[in-house]
Nanobody, 123 residues
Framework: VQLQAFGGGLVQAGDSLRLSCAAS????????AGWFRQAPGKEREFVAS???????NYADSVKDRFTISRDNAKNTMYLQMNSLKPEDTAVYYC??????????????????WGQGTLVTVSS
C-alpha cells in the first residue's frame, strides 16, 4: 500500500486548505485512516482520524476547525483545515491501518504512512 499526501502550501492565518491522501495498491475502505503532523523541533502529534464506518476523533487543538473525511470509491481521504493558525505550521502525514480499526489516535495503530506535505501558516 502506498499513500501519497498532497495539498500543502503557504497560507495566511485565517485561510483554509484541504489536504488529500490517495491510496494505491489496495482498497482501504475497511481500514482506519488518520492525519498526524510534525512541527519543526517537535514530536509527531495526532491531528484527526476516521474509522471505516466514519467515526472521527480530533485533537483538541484542531477540533471545530479541521474536518477529516474519506471517499472510499476514490480510495482517498481528506483533511479540510479552516481558520488556520501559525501554530498549525507543520509537515502533515496521512496514515492508514492494515486492518479494520476504530478511529485510533495512536501512531502505532497505523501501518502505512504517506510522505508528508508541508503546511506553512504565516501570521
Amino acid at each position: 500500500v502506498q499513500l501519497q499526501a498532497f495539498g500543502g502550501g503557504l497560507v495566511q492565518a485565517g485561510d483554509s486548505l484541504r489536504l488529500s491522501c490517495a491510496a494505491s495498491g489496495r482498497a482501504l475502505r475497511s481500514n482506519a485512516a488518520g492525519w498526524f503532523r510534525q512541527a519543526p523541533g517537535k514530536e509527531r502529534e495526532f491531528v484527526a482520524s476516521i474509522s471505516w464506518i466514519g467515526e472521527t476523533n480530533y485533537a483538541d487543538s484542531v477540533k471545530d476547525r479541521f474536518t477529516i473525511s474519506r471517499d472510499n470509491a476514490k480510495n482517498t481521504m481528506y483533511l479540510q483545515m479552516n481558520s488556520l493558525k501559525p501554530e498549525d505550521t507543520a509537515v502533515y502525514y496521512c496514515a492508514a491501518s492494515d486492518m479494520t480499526l476504530f478511529a485510533s489516535i495512536r501512531a502505532s495503530s497505523y501501518a502505512y504512512w504517506g510522505q508528508g506535505t508541508l503546511v506553512t501558516v504565516s501570521s
